[in-house]
């Protein structure tokens, strides 16, 4: 068995501080509890601006090379795995160095870079030294989600007709960095792939991205959008910051039922309805699929970064599927300039 070396950058909390601060009995909740949860990994490296979470992520894990500045620890660490958890700002030049001292695999977080332009020069960086890079849009590896993209496929429901989808209220300010980085990129980004996941590439998108509705930021605080898929299917995302409560789901909108995922799932199949005077088609209650398989999303997806390592294929969320969600939220921000 084949071990693999992993350094992290950016020992925060997706990076590291989750797995004690909302655990979870299914399995590893970062990346870093993820990677050491594998026994084909050992995480030898950590990489953190603050030297204060640096430590804290050493002594976690028992990690002894401590670096401030990743591209030290690129040059004095052999990784066979780079996983990168910083701001999105900074994920660009992250994961070209990372391909170019030649790492095996990459594991970024969402959102996958800050413009289009960024995510083809990843992708032709890793291309170039033969890297793997999976891009963390997390619900792809959720065996709930794969479960009912499989019973649509088969059309349990009849033929999918409409994508709703919502993310509401998912970061209420001022808790997360809101200087380049709106809900749209922040949360969002989730959503348009999981859209993506069951409808396919888009034809086209027009919305939306209102900057400051409500709040003086930078970035936009709500967007509409209506999108055209390749496939013929047509989907609504409503996104903003201006709900005090969370809401992001996506409903699945079937000729014979409707489907609801998010926080919980939920389905509905129509039947008929006899009365004495008509009858007419009523949804109730449906039994959702089992998961195809079970574990966190985080965990399973380091662990098809390995299998892409190792058989040259590609993870279920690369770096082409990363870039398609940007591309749809920078069309969002091109029609709103328009």
């Not at 992250?94 to 790492?103: I, M, R, S, T, W």
Request: proline share 4%; glycine share 10%.
């Amino acid at each position: 068995m084949s071990t693999y070396s992993v350094g992290l950058i950016g020992c925060g909390r997706i990076g590291s501080e989750f797995e004690d601060s909302m655990p979870s009995p299914d399995g590893p909740v970062s990346i870093a509890g993820a990677f050491s949860a594998l026994p084909e990994c050992r995480l030898v490296a950590g990489c953190n601006r603050g030297r204060e979470r640096l430590e804290r992520f050493g002594q976690r894990w028992g990690v002894e090379a401590l670096y401030q500045d990743y591209r030290a620890m690129l040059r004095e660490q052999e990784l066979d795995i780079v996983a990168i958890a910083t701001p999105p700002g900074v994920h660009y030049e992250q994961v070209v160095a990372a391909a170019e001292a030649g790492a095996k695999g990459v594991f970024c977080e969402k959102p996958m870079a800050l413009s289009i332009g960024e995510c083809e020069e990843m992708i032709a960086a890793c291309e170039s030294s033969g890297t793997k890079l999976l891009v963390n849009c997390t619900r792809r590896w959720i065996g709930q989600y794969e479960a009912i993209r499989r019973e649509a496929q088969a059309g349990r429901w009849g033929d999918l007709l409409h994508l709703v989808a919502y993310c509401q209220g998912c970061k209420p300010l001022p808790e997360w960095e809101a200087e380049f980085e709106g809900p749209m990129l922040h949360d969002a980004v989730h959503l348009y792939d999981l859209m993506r996941m069951f409808a396919g590439d888009l034809e086209w998108v027009m919305g939306t991205a209102c900057r400051r509705k409500r709040h003086d930021l930078r970035v936009e605080d709500s967007s509409l959008a209506i999108m055209q898929f390749n496939s013929g299917l047509q989907g609504l995302a409503i996104v903003d910051e201006l709900t005090e409560y969370q809401n992001f789901a996506l409903e699945l909108h079937f000729e014979r039922g409707m489907v609801r995922m998010g926080k919980g799932f939920s389905a509905q199949r129509s039947v008929r309805a006899d009365t004495q005077e008509d009858w007419w088609y009523v949804l109730t209650p449906d039994e959702l699929p089992e998961p195809v398989w079970g574990g966190t999303g985080i965990g399973n997806a380091t662990r098809d970064l390995l299998r892409a390592i190792e058989t040259g294929g590609e993870p279920r969320c690369n770096g082409r599927d990363g870039r398609a969600a940007i591309e749809i939220i920078m069309a969002l921000y091109e029609a709103e300039r328009r």
